[in-house]
């Protein structure tokens, strides 16, 4: 039988995927998460090529792979190559998000009370130093996707009655706490309906 393109999940996924030792099994993947051995491996050979011939490699290859790797995740993003931008981690990505956009008075940042620790307290220092003000969306488990995109609806519709602009939207694929997967896809599409930015 063919070896399938992607391995089923389970205990016997992280056996053969991954280097964790016996006994151990990781709950919170997220904050520090592992690489799969064919990542690892595929890195190592990177590294090779990278002492090999380090000028070539980082002047040519280099940029080459990673337009490629773009290119490759582009589609199922969603977007266009030239907007796909690789980050070390999500923090840095929001970090340089927010702290590179020009926000007037009346600009709004909608968030909800689940969002990620650091990246509300990027959220809160930007808030200090330029007009963007950040405003909580409160909800509490359990709760549906659809009152979830019912509230956004409302939160964007009460900033616009007060005369502000509801510029920016940040909210997580995964939930930290509680450890759920938030419905991104749907805010994301009433983001593009109401005429909003989405960071997520």
Not at 24 to 34: D, K
Not at 56 to 66: A, E, G, N
Not at 79 to 86: D, I, L, R, S, W
Request: aromatic share 10%; hydrophobic share 40%; glycine share 6%.
């Amino acid at each position: 039988m063919e070896e399938s393109l992607f391995p089923s999940f389970g205990s016997r996924m992280l056996k053969d995927h991954f280097n964790f030792a016996d006994g151990y099994l990781p709950l919170n993947h997220g904050s520090f998460g592992t690489c799969p051995d064919r990542v690892l491996e595929y890195q190592r050979a990177l590294q090779l090529q990278t002492e090999a011939r380090p000028d070539t490699f980082l002047r040519y290859t280099y940029p080459k792979l990673l337009d490629e790797a773009r290119a490759a995740i582009a589609p199922l993003l969603g977007v266009q190559t030239q907007e796909v931008v690789f980050v070390p981690n999500a923090t840095t990505g929001v970090n340089t998000v927010l702290r590179n956009l020009a926000y007037e008075e009346g600009d709004v940042l909608l968030y909800f009370n689940t969002i990620y620790g650091a990246c509300l307290k990027t959220a809160e220092s930007v808030g200090e130093i330029t007009p963007l003000k950040a405003r909580s969306i409160d909800i509490a488990y359990p709760i549906s996707d659809d009152e979830i995109v019912r509230l956004f609806r409302e939160a964007v519709t009460a900033v616009r009655a007060q005369g502000k602009n509801a510029k920016l939207a940040m909210f997580d694929t995964v939930l930290t706490f509680p450890g759920m997967r938030f419905p991104w896809e749907a805010l994301v599409d009433t983001c593009r309906e109401l005429g909003g930015h989405q960071l997520h």
